[in-house]
């Protein structure tokens, strides 16, 4: 992130404390329909052209350690076999096998140099190429070459391998381009895992995505951990194209060391800039990734529907490369205060969800510190394509002219 960005989004963040109102010619948002969290017809139609369309995130590639590794992912109910090649390309396929559909790994996470179904031991090579079928003779005019793994788009960045279930979507590095430049200080490819989880929130995934949008709540629910050290009202913005937005808040000036939060003095990411040393810098990635960056850490939360009325949240957690052997002991003494703040995150999706399906809220108003959350929301229905969400549940699209002065190109 370079300094003249660092200095404008200072600038902006001294602007939004002191206001006094919203900027002039910001409108009223529109409420949210409450119906987008509980419809079914809603979330078929995310499915559809959301989420089978877009990049999402899936494993790190430091866990495909060596050739031959692979993991099986499991989101959104497609079960997808993500292999290290002899190339060292990472490659995604169905797991599923060409002959009868039975997984073609049975187990989640392994090594191999062949990839054989368990069912009947037909064998994929690493780029998902048939090469043995026991009894070839047995089918009649069976082409090999016609019945290999069925592949899956697959692009890393960061060191995170993304898929992307449309073979017609943009690359990967076209709808990270708003972003692209003001990440690579933080080098994410360097990052290793150092902490994860899992949790199944009783509540539709934009409830949950909605709730890591914004810092207007952390005065209350997170009263005795963050509120004590980020300053809600010192908090910048930023709308990007394609749905995307960064989040800046400072913190209070004492709160880093009266809190402790430089816990046993963990190291710095060594790109960190004084910005992210003096703040909280958290990104959406559209759709359903969210990035707090902090000097010490990168955290991905990654949201998955699971159907209209639930979710899953998956935490993983980003620190910098500390060389042979486990995590150091310090990341075990910092994962329950990370634990924590995700605890209360969490607290109110649940009632969120009860008062959508009751009727009792019909919809969601929101102020001008929440129009990230307009923004996404507008997103949704753009990829959806607006003539195809029923009247009732459309957002209208407002905030298209104030994303950020220099991105207005690339949302041409
Ligand atoms: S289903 Fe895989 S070999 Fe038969
Ligand atoms: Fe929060």
């Known amino acids: 992130m370079d300094e003249a960005l660092q200095q404008r989004i200072h600038d902006q963040i001294a602007y939004e404390a002191s206001r006094d109102s919203p900027p002039p010619g910001f409108p009223a948002l529109p409420e949210i329909p409450g119906g987008r969290y509980t419809s079914a017809a809603f979330h078929d139609l995310e499915m ?36 290290r090649g002899k190339d060292d390309v990472v ?33 994929y090579d690493l780029t998902g190429r048939l090469v043995a079928v026991p009894d070839e003779r047995d089918f009649c005019g069976l082409d090999k070459s016609q019945r290999g ?15 992307n279930f449309d073979d017609a979507a943009p690359p990967l590095s076209d709808m990270l381009a708003p972003m692209l430049d003001e990440w690579a200080c933080i080098g994410m490819e360097e990052l290793r895992i150092v902490m994860r989880h899992i949790a199944v929130i009783d509540c539709n995934w934009k409830a949950a995505v909605d709730a890591f949008l914004e810092v207007y709540h952390i005065n209350t629910i997170h009263r005795d951990s963050l509120g004590k ?33 430089d816990v046993d003095g963990q190291p710095d990411i060594a790109g960190a800039t004084a910005l992210h040393r ?9 759709p359903n990734l969210i990035m707090p960056f902090r000097s010490i850490f990168v955290q991905q939360l990654r949201v998955w529907p699971r159907g209209p009325h ?31 703040v995700l605890e209360e995150d969490m607290e109110n999706l649940g009632s969120i969800q009860e008062s959508l399906n009751s009727g009792a809220c019909t919809g969601m108003l929101l102020s001008y510190q ?10 949704i229905d753009r990829r959806i394509g607006v003539e195809r969400i029923p009247p009732q549940f459309r957002v209208a699209q407002l905030l298209g002219e104030f994303i950020e002065p220099q991105d207005k190109e690339l949302a041409q």
């Open 310 to 340: 639930q979710c899953e949240l998956e935490v993983v957690g980003l620190g910098p490369d500390w060389g042979e052997g486990p995590p150091p002991a310090y990341w075990d003494k910092a994962a329950p205060a990370f634990r924590k």
């Open 149 to 163: 793994l069925i592949p899956v788009r697959c692009e890393s960045h960061g060191g995170t391998v993304f898929v």
């Open 229 to 261: 050290a980020l300053d809600s009202r010192s908090t910048a913005l930023g709308l990007f194209p394609h749905g995307h937005s960064r989040m800046v808040t400072a913190y209070n000036p004492w709160a880093l060391e009266t809190l402790g939060m």
């Open 370 to 379: 929440e129009r990230r959350i307009y923004w996404m929301h507008e997103e």
């Open 48 to 83: 559809e052209h959301l989420f089978l369309k877009t990049w999402l995130p899936t494993v790190r590639v430091e866990e495909l350690d060596r050739r031959g590794s692979f993991i099986v992912w499991r989101k959104l109910g497609r079960p997808i076999l993500i292999v």
């Open 278 to 286: 003096r703040s909280s810098t958290a990104y959406l990635q559209f």
């Open 91 to 123: 490659r995604a396929f169905y797991n599923s096998c060409r002959h009868r559909g039975a997984a073609v790994t049975p187990v989640d996470k392994g090594h191999a140099s062949l990839l054989r179904c368990q069912y009947h031991s037909w064998s």
